[in-house]
């Protein structure tokens, strides 16, 4: 009879040195394994769907530049292969930083009374984005670093250094050279920290957590934004 859930199986060994040897010099025993510790997986998914967006800190001591910038958010899913359940949340895709000061073109500047034209601000795009395939997938389960406050995954792919961040985004500070998946939830990435948890726990046996991408068919080079930080215009590839 199959024991479907446990997957019970029978094993043979005569080493008295294995931790399944069940004999005392008899030779060969028949002793009873499981081998049904199955390994599940939590799979997050990253999607090409815009869904609006967020504001994100940018934490410039200049007076004149932007406190926080308008970010697109994107769909993400995790759910994992046992209980497959979903739980959908917003993520940013694009990682930008500041590259200089623009006066928008108007009125003003025709005038060449350039000082009274509002300001914009030109913001650089580093994404990470699948190379080869239209959904790439990546083991990030040894990358995981998790506090009180925050879970994040750090790794490198094509020599690009990627980090997938859930807690208080008024507290993340970018760094140049990664690019950053930011998850966005009401409660400071707690909502999306538990469920991770919640399946490790349920799973029982740490689980391997997958990433998959999906490439987008646009992807912005560069951001133009009002002084208080609002997408004026993206400037796509």
Do not use: C
């Not at 739980?87 to 623009?102: A, C, H, L, S, W």
């Amino acid at each position: 009879m199959p024991f479907p859930e446990l997957n019970l199986s029978l094993g043979l060994t005569d080493n008295d040195g294995s931790v399944f040897y069940a004999g005392s010099g008899e030779g060969k025993v028949i002793v009873r394994t499981d081998s049904a510790l199955k390994k599940y997986n939590i799979t997050i998914t990253i999607s090409e769907q815009e869904v609006g967006s967020v504001f994100l800190r940018t934490h410039f001591k200049g007076a004149e530049l932007p406190a926080e910038i308008e970010v697109p958010a994107y769909q993400m899913i995790v759910t994992d292969d046992k209980t497959n359940e979903k739980e959908i949340y917003k993520v940013t895709r694009d990682t930008f930083f500041y590259k200089q000061q623009t006066t928008k073109k108007g009125l003003w500047s025709f005038f060449g009374l350039k000082f009274l034209a509002p300001k914009n601000f030109l913001f650089e795009n580093i994404p990470f984005e699948p190379l080869k395939e239209e959904i790439e997938t990546y083991d990030i389960s040894r990358y995981r670093k998790l506090t009180s406050e925050e879970l994040t995954y750090t790794f490198q792919k094509d020599g690009q250094s990627i980090q997938i961040f859930a807690g208080d985004i008024n507290t993340l500070k970018v760094e140049k050279g990664t690019s950053y998946f930011v998850i966005v939830d009401e409660q400071k990435g707690q909502r999306f920290i538990g469920d991770i948890l919640y399946r490790e726990k349920f799973l029982k046996l740490t689980p391997s957590v997958k990433l998959q991408l999906i490439k987008r068919k646009q992807v912005s080079k560069e951001m133009k934004t009002d002084k208080k930080g609002h997408i004026d215009k993206l400037i796509y590839i």
